[in-house]
């Protein structure tokens, strides 16, 4: 056995008049007069490939364990499908089961809900949904590669454990070697953080950027994608305690240059998977979500609407709508109202910029009005917020005052200040929930559903 041998999906797009092998798990069987079908996917692509075994080819033991879930693998001849749905389907001539699986195997519920799938994450991938989910992801993750790479972006790797906090929101995790576990009572070895492992607090990181911000002094363009964390005790269907996030950082760019990429990034992407995983998203297409496609095509043929936070609150205050949550300039706009300005006002993906100062992050420029940031999000129906980005303050002395008047520990940022004492530039970059972008693109309504494993609040399972 080797790992270079065909796919599933290379076999469907084969010829038909050779003998071939085929591995992978049955996801169904059924029998008829003098034959059984077994569908056997090996997870490369949508399809199955539909094997024929003729009565008397296999002896009764090897055809008894050809049940749902089990592993196997045949041998047999590629030949014309009579049958619709497929060009070719495998006449098996013999068979051997890796893995047998019995009636206790979980996924052969029809119809499981996706409630009951979480409870069997480590299997889930196996049937339609999650299977199709994965190989989008997959495909995604390799496009956003491509992207920067070709724009000459270098990749970055970012440290994930980390004694700053970037967005100042403190919602990290601390990580520590001080802490045991006695039967149900944590105990302190040491309660002194200098005595701690890396000599002060340190955190799983909320954001590559402050350390991205630095490469980016250097090699112009940059970008990250690696796992973050946040603490934030939220269990909504839009946040995970644990998910990725895509960072570029560009040098000698602004903030319209900044929504110029994250754009044509975003529109690239989608227009990439459609070409890519057309058979998956039919599938979410036709059993998620009946308006993906449309909205896939009309995103990649439309150009996302910008306005400021400013024009975003007059219109919620002139909606008329009646939201749980008041709209008064100055207060963040919750999940609701970013809905509504992108999916009922405008339709399509929206960007918002210049927000107040205090409800951003202290890192972003100050606009000449004192009262705002060049802040900008993308919002996008459906999902609400994709990207949250910034042209970030290059000036030393008015980013020293905001750390200051924030009551940040300004001794912290030293290092990120030198960036702006030693050769500063006007520079501009955002971040992208890869969760959210999976969604996007698949139509799946719980960021739980497109990530192998979810950590939430109060879930840490598999
Ligand atoms: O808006 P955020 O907090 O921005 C930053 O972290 C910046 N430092 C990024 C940068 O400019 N380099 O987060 C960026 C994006 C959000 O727009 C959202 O898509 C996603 O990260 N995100 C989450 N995704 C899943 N679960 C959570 N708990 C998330 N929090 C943020
Ligand atoms: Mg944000």
Redesign the pocket.
């Known amino acids: 056995m080797d790992y270079r041998r065909r796919y599933v999906r290379d076999l469907l797009a084969s010829a038909p008049g050779e003998q071939v092998e085929a591995f992978g798990w049955v996801k169904t069987r059924r029998d008829s007069k003098a034959v059984s079908f077994v569908q056997l996917s090996d997870g490369s692509c949508f399809k199955d490939l539909q094997v024929v075994i003729d009565e008397g080819v296999l002896d009764e033991e090897t055809l008894k364990q050809l049940t749902t879930g089990a592993c196997v693998g045949f041998v047999g001849d590629l030949v014309q499908s009579p049958g619709e749905g497929q060009t070719v389907e495998l006449k098996a001539t013999s068979c051997t089961v890796f893995g047998p699986a019995d009636a206790s195997y979980p996924m052969q519920k029809k119809g499981a809900t996706l409630e009951f799938l979480r409870e069997i994450a480590h299997l889930r991938v196996r049937g339609n949904t999650f299977g199709a989910v994965m190989r989008v992801r997959h495909r995604a993750a390799w496009k956003v590669h491509d992207f920067f790479q070709s724009r000459g972006f270098k990749w970055i790797h970012t440290p994930i454990i980390t004694a700053s906090d970037?967005?100042g929101?403190g919602a990290m995790f601390a990580v520590s070697t001080n802490l045991e576990a006695h039967g149900d009572k944590y105990v302190l070895k040491n309660n002194d953080p200098a005595a701690d492992f890396f000599g002060k607090p340190s955190y799983l990181t909320?954001?590559?950027?402050l350390n991205?911000e630095t490469q980016c002094m250097g090699l112009t363009n940059v970008y990250t994608f690696g796992p973050?964390f946040?603490a934030?005790n939220?269990n909504s269907a839009?946040?995970?305690?644990e998910?990725w996030?895509i960072?570029p950082?560009m040098a000698f760019c602004d903030i319209v240059g900044d929504m110029n990429l994250a754009e044509e990034f975003v529109r690239e992407i989608i227009a990439d998977c459609l070409e890519n995983c057309a058979d998956d998203l039919a599938f979410f297409n036709q059993r998620i979500e009946p308006e993906l496609l449309k909205t896939l095509h009309h995103v990649v043929d439309s150009e996302f609407e910008r306005m400021t936070y400013t024009e975003a609150v007059r219109l919620l205050e002139n909606s008329g709508e009646n939201f749980e949550f008041p709209t008064a300039w100055g207060s963040d706009l919750q999940s609701e109202h970013e809905r509504w300005l992108t999916e009922t006002k405008v339709g399509r993906p929206v960007i918002l910029t210049d927000y107040p100062k205090e409800i951003k992050?202290f890192y972003m420029r100050q606009n000449e009005d004192g009262k705002t940031v060049r802040a900008m999000?993308v919002l996008v129906p459906r999902i609400g917020?994709?990207?949250?980005?910034?042209q970030r303050e290059e000036r030393l002395d008015v980013l020293e005052a905001r750390i200051k008047e924030l009551g940040l520990p300004l001794e912290a940022y030293w290092w990120y200040l030198d960036l702006r004492r030693y050769g500063s530039a006007p520079h501009s970059?955002?971040?992208?929930?890869f969760?959210?972008l999976v969604m996007y693109l698949t139509g799946m309504k719980n960021?739980r559903d497109v990530i192998p494993f979810a950590r939430t609040p109060g879930h840490a399972e598999f």
């Open positions: 970037c967005e929101a909320v954001s590559g950027q991205v973050t946040r934030e939220s839009r946040h995970l305690a998910f996030m960072e950082e992050a999000d917020e994709l990207i949250g980005g910034s970059g955002f971040g992208l929930g969760e959210r960021i």
